[in-house]
């Protein structure tokens, strides 16, 4: 573990100036991924760790149907929020189904969406073959315990998975985030915001060196849209997921009028499901579809022995899922 | 310290208020909160037990809501209120929680009770007491390897109704 620079920022313009004008310049928000690559497992060797977490983007505000959600915003806050509760209850659901009370306390909204994999080899720098810490190094987990890995989004170059449940829901909804670099600011879908790794693993969002992920826009569903959130994992709390899925239906007279749809512990970024959402579109509520939509989001799979039966066990958690927020409906 | 050994820009300068006192201390910027509270302030009380928060034996309290020392900055803490194990009940005596895990046998070896402790006396506070499935999910974020998990949540639910009746 390296020694480096403790940096308290002041205001966030002079920090994406910092950040941005030293490669060796890194972020520190909540500390949960970050503190933990760089101490523990030595993943990360900053130089210079600026701490953010005194900048003024702690506020939840809402404007119409939108919410506006500060990148330091916690977790625990977030899934407090009366808001949430009241028209996003599948993102309540995913934050209270992640970590524990003490790491949501801790880990901010920025850095949930932003947090790096919990790929085993990744985390291991004695491990040589990681093409997400050292592109072009190759892929430990291909022919190794792949057990939490990817599906989706992957190929012989990185079956990492992105493990966030907040960031399930949060595709599905098209939530946009808000962007500072050292010029000026800009928006990005979430959808268009995480980057499947192909050839590239190291590369895993649109964010340039320094940029800052200010606030996330999250919008309200609707009154009486039926949402859920729904997460398999090997212990029943505190545990990653395996398989997750995120729907919300608008359900008119037994007919399916909107759906969203995510798959959470599959894919290399959060995966949102537009087949799926087509499928299920205009179609009446009933098993044959679910399990037709499901087949549609689960696609041209990537699979190594570690990960097959994450084939099966994501269809059947979207089926559950969707049987679960339209009971009672018909 | 001699002017001239003045530390290089990887230490830290910071007040540590700890249980109600406040302690100047400057700290090589890799520590964390749990090693200084143990290494440096001698507060041993909170545990080491996985060191990456995997495990919640480090919990405590930082401006009253439950966090991991063992993931966090000394250099976070500037200013901030921190509340261990040893500074719950004044002058020696126990905490109720404390009493309630002794009189369930909340613990085996003991060495996650502090943070057990810590994590229950949060735990009410954020009102999610109300049940030993609410307990038990809302606790989960503590481990015991000795597996006492019954008489812990036995404990806490008896906490709860004493807080509830207060």
């Not at chain 1, 093409?131 to 792949?146: Q, T, V, Y």
């Amino acid at each position: 573990m390296q020694a480096f620079e403790y940096i308290r920022a002041d205001d966030v313009a002079s920090a994406v100036a910092l950040v941005s004008g030293d490669l060796r310049a890194q972020y520190l928000a909540g500390g949960t991924t970050q503190v933990d690559l760089m101490l523990k497992d030595g993943v990360l060797e900053p130089k210079r760790l600026l701490d953010i977490t005194r900048l003024p983007l702690h506020g939840i505000t809402r404007d119409g149907d939108v919410l506006h959600v500060g990148a330091l915003v916690t977790m625990e806050e977030l899934a407090t929020d009366a808001a949430i509760a009241e028209r996003l209850p599948f993102v309540r659901d995913a934050l209270l189904a992640s970590a524990s009370t003490q790491l949501r306390n801790m880990a901010t909204i920025g850095g949930n969406i932003l947090q790096r994999t919990r790929c085993r080899y990744f985390r291991d720098p004695a491990v040589p073959a990681c093409n997400k810490r050292m592109p072009g190094s190759g892929c430990a987990a291909i022919s190794g315990a792949a057990r939490m890995h990817a599906i989706l989004g992957a190929s012989e170059h990185c079956i990492a998975v992105h493990a966030s449940d907040l960031c399930v829901p949060l595709v599905a909804l098209d939530a946009v985030v808000h962007i500072q670099g050292p010029e000026a600011g800009r928006s990005a879908p979430l959808t268009e915001f995480y980057v499947v790794p192909g050839d590239r693993p190291d590369v895993e969002n649109v964010l340039r060196h320094g940029e800052l992920l200010t606030a996330i826009d999250i919008p309200l569903l609707p009154p009486g849209t039926r949402s859920g959130y729904l997460k398999i994992r090997d212990r029943a709390s505190y545990e990653f997921a395996l398989t997750s899925a995120a729907v919300a239906l608008d359900i008119d007279d037994g007919v399916i009028a909107h759906a969203r749809v995510a798959l959470g512990g599959v894919g290399t970024i959060p995966w949102r499901a537009l087949e799926a959402e087509e499928v299920l579109r205009g179609a009446p509520v009933g098993a044959e579809v679910f399990r037709a939509a499901a087949d549609a989001a689960v696609h041209d799979p990537f699979t190594v022995p570690g990960t097959a039966f994450k084939v099966a066990l994501a269809k059947r958690t979207l089926v559950r899922a969707l049987e679960t927020v339209t009971r009672g409906s018909a | 310290m001699p002017e001239t050994r003045r530390g290089p820009t990887t230490e830290v300068d910071l007040t540590l208020r700890v249980n109600g006192s406040s302690r100047r201390l400057r700290l090589d910027s890799r520590v964390t909160l749990l090693d200084a509270l143990r290494d440096r302030l001698e507060l041993t009380g909170t545990k080491k037990g996985c060191d990456q928060g995997a495990c919640g034996a480090c919990t405590v309290l930082a401006d009253g809501k439950r966090v991991l020392s063992c993931l966090t900055l000394a250099a976070q803490c500037d200013g901030r209120e921190v509340t261990t194990i040893e500074g719950l009940a004044p002058d020696g005596g126990l905490h109720p929680m404390q009493e309630a895990f002794i009189r369930h046998d909340g613990f085996q070896c003991g060495y996650c009770t502090p943070g057990q402790i810590m994590s229950a006396v949060a735990l009410l506070a954020e009102g999610r007491a109300g049940s030993a499935e609410e307990i038990r999910e809302f606790m989960s974020g503590n481990i015991c390897r000795c597996g006492a998990y019954p008489n812990i949540v036995a404990a806490i639910r008896e906490a709860a109704g004493q807080d509830a009746g207060l």
